[in-house]
């Protein structure tokens, strides 16, 4: 008698993990872009599910759509990357520019900024907290 075996589920939480950490993003930077707490991000990212709504939101933050994240494959990924490296020639030269040659596919500076903004911003809150404090 043969049982059906069900392939394991996809855990999109980890899928959403991995594509931020490839974006370079910290899960506050995430959590700023959704406007919710880096916890929220956290939970997110522990979740084999996660609501279509919040899937959205969190596919715009990053840069991809939900298909994208529902299609994510580290393995491709690496695929990507080794046939990228592979098809250069074996000098080293021309494996070095075509590192440097990368743009990432978000204004880095902007997000500096923002960051920059929001931690002086909550600065700002803790010294007048502590100056209401005081009076």
Do not use: C, W
């Amino acid at each position: 008698m043969e049982t059906a075996t069900k392939s394991p589920r996809p855990h999109i939480g980890r899928k959403i993990s991995r594509i931020r950490e490839l974006r370079g993003m910290k899960q506050d930077a995430l959590a700023y872009e959704l406007g919710i707490t880096q916890q929220a991000v956290s939970k997110i990212e522990q979740s084999e599910t996660v609501e279509e709504e919040t899937l959205d939101r969190v596919a715009k933050a990053l840069g991809v759509t939900k298909e994208g994240i529902d299609a994510f494959s580290e393995e491709a990924i690496f695929n990507i990357i080794s046939n990228t490296y592979n098809n250069t020639s074996n000098d080293s030269s021309s494996l070095i520019a075509s590192s440097v040659n990368y743009q990432p596919t978000f204004n880095t500076i902007e997000k500096i900024v923002e960051l920059y903004e929001r931690l002086l911003a909550s600065e700002k809150e803790k010294v007048e907290l502590l100056k209401s404090s005081k009076k």
